[in-house]
């Protein structure tokens, strides 16, 4: 929406959101490299991170050679800013779409706390079957085995991003916990509860993460069961690392970009958890 451009006032409002809100990490997506490096400045200058490592990218989409792409010709991909130095940063690449570009799975750690894993990424919107298997679904259970490998090494992740599912949707149901179980949310076999998944609102759900319209300005409609717009933005942790309660929260649209400057809200939670030293 903001045409990869770094002017917009899009920077400016993500930055000073983070600031505000003393946030340990945050996660972008769909985010150009000018966008990227304009944020990490920002940053820096307002005295947000304590470190000079703070940040890492990875490219969905590698537009250099081209003329016409959503950045203008800069790698397009996903961020995360984290306030403590990174120690250690990985990327792996999703099974692939038909859409172009690879979607990925970032992850960094704090030096300081290297079995704290911090991971986001970006789905596709594709329900295209492929060799077999709905694409979106064949994301998820990749991304989902990783995390599993993380956790079986004695780390503790949370992950943020956009999931491009809804949270009742049966490809999740091997994400939730089947401590949820609620009418909105049940017949879950996973590990991790959502942050916002308490919301009395809607339980089992929590808030839409979506504006009126899409980035090509199509209205997006409301939908069952709380008559709100799609929740497809999630933040995870796992069920057993969680220690005392958790909070989860869908902020109205910034208009500090002359208009929104998302068609996506910032999504922010609260959660204490268990690490290793």
Not at 32 to 50: F, M, S, V
Not at 111 to 127: D, G, K, M, V, Y
């Amino acid at each position: 929406m903001n045409d990869g451009s770094a002017t917009t006032g899009m920077v400016k409002a993500a930055a000073a959101s983070i600031k505000e809100r003393n946030a340990d990490f945050a996660a972008f997506n769909e985010l150009c490299w000018d966008q990227y490096k304009a944020i990490q400045a920002t940053l820096g200058n307002l005295g947000w991170p304590q470190g000079a490592s703070f940040s890492r990218f990875a490219a969905i989409r590698n537009e250099v050679a081209a003329t016409d792409g959503a950045c203008g010709g800069e790698r397009f991909g996903i961020a995360i800013f984290s306030r403590r130095d990174i120690g250690s940063a990985i990327q792996y690449a999703l099974p692939q779409d038909n859409d172009g570009g690879v979607h990925k799975l970032l992850c960094v750690s704090p030096a300081a706390r290297p079995h704290l894993r911090f991971c986001t990424t970006h789905i596709t919107t594709s329900n295209e079957i492929i060799d077999g298997e709905y694409i979106n679904r064949k994301q998820l259970a990749a991304v989902l085995g990783h995390l599993q490998t993380f956790h079986d090494a004695g780390d503790t992740v949370l992950i943020g991003g956009d999931f491009n599912a809804r949270p009742q949707y049966s490809r999740l149901d091997t994400w939730y916990a089947p401590s949820l179980d609620v009418p909105n949310n049940g017949g879950n076999t996973g590990q991790y509860r959502e942050l916002d998944d308490l919301e009395p609102a809607c339980p089992g759900i929590g808030e839409t993460t979506v504006g009126e319209v899409n980035g090509k300005g199509k209205p997006i409609g409301l939908v069952p069961p709380c008559n709100q717009r799609p929740k497809i933005d999630l933040l995870f942790a796992r069920e057993s690392a969680i220690v005392g309660s958790y909070t989860g929260d869908s902020l109205e649209l910034s208009t500090a970009c002359g208009g929104p400057c998302s068609d996506h809200r910032i999504v922010v939670g609260t959660v204490s958890v268990r690490v290793q030293p």
